[in-house]
C-alpha cells in the first residue's frame, strides 16, 4: 500500500514523514518523532495513557491514523514545560500532590486533566472525576490525581 | 494492533465522497470520527482496502435552526452537540445522551453522523433519535432521501444508507416544554450501555427509544401506546420489552436485560412526568 507524507506540527515543531496509512498517531508520535513521552496503555480507546492534545482538544492517539491529522497540530507531554524547564502549573500539581505512583498514566492524565479545565476552567471534584473517565490509574492512584487537577481549577489552592 | 494495510483517500466534498464510494465499491468504508471503525480495524473485524476520509468535511459540520426541527450535519462531533445552546434548549434528550457517549476524548472525535450510520444497537444516541422522530437524510448521486428513524436500522450494524450514499443530516423536531430522560445502566465508566433507555413525554408525543435490547436500536412501541392511553409508569414501563429480541452475552441474558429496561423506562417515565 502506498506510503502518504504526514506533515504535523508536534509541540511547535514541524514534522514531515512519509506513513502507511495505518500508522496510528501514538506510533508516529514515538518512532517517527522519537517522542516516546505517550503511552500505549490498552491500545483500545479505553485506558487514555496516549492522550494528546490535537488542535488544542484531548484525544486518544491508539484510535486516530496519522494520515487523519495530515496539517494539524498535536501537543505531547513532551510540549507542556516550559524550554527553560519550568513544568505545566498541570505537572507542578501533579508533583506536588503526589498525582502519580508508577506514572504510566501520567502523561494521559495530564493532558487529558489540562484539555477538561480549558473547557470548564472551574470544574468542580464531580466534574473533574466524570472528566477524567477516559483515563485509567491500575495504581488506583484516583484520590491524589483528582487533588492535583482541583488544584488547577479557578480558585484551586496550588 | 495493527489494522490490515489500506489504501486512503481524502475527500474534499461530500459531492467528492460519493464520487470515490462510486469509484471503489464495497471495497472502501468511510471514517468520520474513526471511533467505531478504527478499533474495529484494529482487532481485524473490519478490513477494508480504502478508507475514504471525510473527516474534515467542514460543509457537514453544523446545527441550524429550521423552524419546526433542528438540522444537525452528520459531521458534527459529539463535543458540539452536547455543548451547542439550540440543542440542549430544544432536544435536551439529544444532548444529554450525546454526552455519556464514551469519554471526552472519544466526543472530541466521534461525530453524530458516524455513530448513526455505524447501527450499533449499544450506541447511546440512536435511542435519543428514535424516541425524538428524528429523521436521516441520505445523500447519493440521484440527490437527497429522507428516511425516518423508525426505519433507518434495519439490522445489527445495518441501516438504510446504502453502498453508494452518505448520510448528511439528521432532522431533530424541536420539543422544548418536554418532558425528558436519558437513562444508562452500566457497570463500569465508560462502558456501553448494557440497556439504556430515551424517555421523551411531550403531550400526546411520547417517543421511547432503547440501547442493547434488540439487534439493531428499537422503539418501545407499546409503552407509547400506554401512556398516550394514560398508563401510569409502572403499567406502561412493564410493556418495555414486549417484541424484543433482546441480546445474552456476559454481562446480561434476555431476561435481566427485559428487566433492566422495565426499570429504566419507568425511571424514565417517572423523570419525565408519568406519575
Known sequence: MKELQVEVTVNGTRHSHDVEPRTLLVHYLRENCGLTGTNVGCDSSSCGACTVHLDGEAVKSCTIFAVQVDGQSVTTIEGMADTDGTLHPMQEAFHANHGLQCGYCTPGMVMAATSLLQEIPDATEAQVREGLEGNLCRCTGYHNIVKSVLACTEGGQQ | ?275
Not at chain 2, 49 to 59: C, F, P, Q, T, Y
Not at chain 2, 125 to 147: C, F, K, N, W, Y
Not at chain 2, 163 to 168: D, G, H, I, K, V
Request: proline share 4%; net charge negative.
Open chain 2, 1 to 275: 494492533m495493527i489494522p490490515v494495510a489500506f489504501d486512503y483517500q481524502r475527500a474534499e466534498s461530500a459531492q467528492h465522497a460519493l464520487d470515490l464510494l462510486a469509484e471503489h465499491g464495497d471495497e472502501a468504508k468511510l471514517i468520520a470520527g474513526g471511533h467505531s471503525l478504527v478499533p474495529l480495524m484494529k482487532f481485524r473485524l473490519a478490513a477494508p482496502s480504502v478508507l475514504i476520509d471525510i473527516g474534515r468535511l467542514s460543509e457537514l459540520s453544523y446545527v441550524n435552526d429550521s423552524g419546526d426541527h433542528l438540522a444537525i450535519g452528520a459531521l458534527t462531533r459529539h463535543f458540539d452537540v452536547e455543548n451547542d445552546p439550540l440543542v440542549r434548549s430544544q432536544c435536551g434528550l439529544l444532548a444529554e445522551a450525546t454526552s455519556k457517549v464514551g469519554d471526552p476524548q472519544v466526543r472530541h472525535r466521534g461525530t453524530i453522523g458516524g455513530s448513526v450510520a455505524h447501527g450499533d444497537p449499544a450506541s447511546d444516541i440512536p435511542s435519543a433519535l428514535i424516541a425524538l422522530r428524528a429523521v436521516m437524510v441520505i445523500t447519493g448521486h440521484d440527490g437527497q432521501r429522507e428516511v425516518s428513524s423508525s426505519d433507518f436500522f434495519l439490522g445489527f450494524l445495518e441501516t438504510a444508507v446504502g453502498e453508494a450514499e452518505l448520510l448528511t443530516e439528521i432532522r431533530v423536531p424541536k420539543v422544548p416544554e418536554a418532558g425528558w430522560s436519558f437513562q444508562k445502566f452500566n457497570r463500569r465508566a465508560q462502558d456501553w450501555a448494557i440497556v439504556g433507555a430515551s424517555v421523551l413525554v411531550d403531550g400526546d408525543n411520547v417517543g421511547i427509544g432503547l440501547v442493547n435490547m434488540d439487534s439493531r436500536p428499537v422503539r418501545a412501541a407499546s409503552v407509547e401506546d400506554a401512556v398516550r392511553s394514560g398508563a401510569n409508569s409502572a403499567d406502561a414501563s412493564a410493556l418495555a420489552a414486549e417484541g424484543c429480541d433482546a441480546p445474552a452475552d456476559l454481562n446480561a441474558n434476555a431476561e435481566f436485560r427485559a428487566h433492566l429496561a422495565a426499570v429504566l423506562v419507568r425511571r424514565g417515565l417517572e423523570a419525565s412526568g408519568v406519575t
